[in-house]
């Protein structure tokens, strides 16, 4: 049986915790599929369609990380892409209480779908997309957060 990981999330703008998360999955699983949720109620900073081409930007060395988005239910996508897992990492123990609630939630909406947690590198533990948004508004160079080579636009 094939594992795929659904690693869900809105990754505006990815950063290098993001990034560490995934590339640590990559020997777990089989595919990868790396998807920026859609809230209609939340405006983003850079667009879905810039977030997608960073992120295919990040993971093109990588051929079995797969880069999409969706909209609705996280579980629902997992059903339609056929994944078995979704991926989540945890910075701190108020993520794993937010996450752990989520993961049950999603375990009685789809019981075939097992949530796995990675633990983030302690280096990136402080590290979040608020932070890298907030260094740009404010004119900061946020190239030691977010991945190398990558130019955010």
Do not use: W
């Not at 590339?23 to 850079?46: S, Y």
């Not at 667009?47 to 997608?52: S, W």
Request: aromatic share 12%; glycine share 6%; hydrophobic share 40%.
């Amino acid at each position: 049986m094939s594992k795929t990981a659904v690693f869900p999330g809105s990754f505006d703008p990815i950063t290098k915790g993001h990034e560490d998360i995934i590339t640590r999955a990559i020997p777990l699983f089989d595919r990868i599929i790396v998807a920026i949720g859609q809230n209609q109620e939340k405006q983003g900073f850079f667009t879905i369609q810039q977030r997608l081409e960073f992120l295919r930007f990040v993971f093109s060395p990588y051929p079995t990380v797969v880069i999409d988005s969706y909209s609705g239910l996280t579980v629902d996508y997992c059903r339609k892409t056929g994944a078995t897992h979704i991926l989540r990492g945890l910075r701190t123990s108020a993520d794993f209480e937010f996450e752990r609630s989520i993961a049950q939630i999603n375990k009685k909406l789809y019981p075939d779908i097992e949530t796995v947690f990675l633990l983030t590198m302690p280096e990136y533990s402080a590290l979040n997309s608020s932070v890298v948004r907030d260094i740009l508004r404010h004119g900061g160079d946020p190239a030691d957060f977010i991945p190398k080579g990558l130019k955010l636009k």
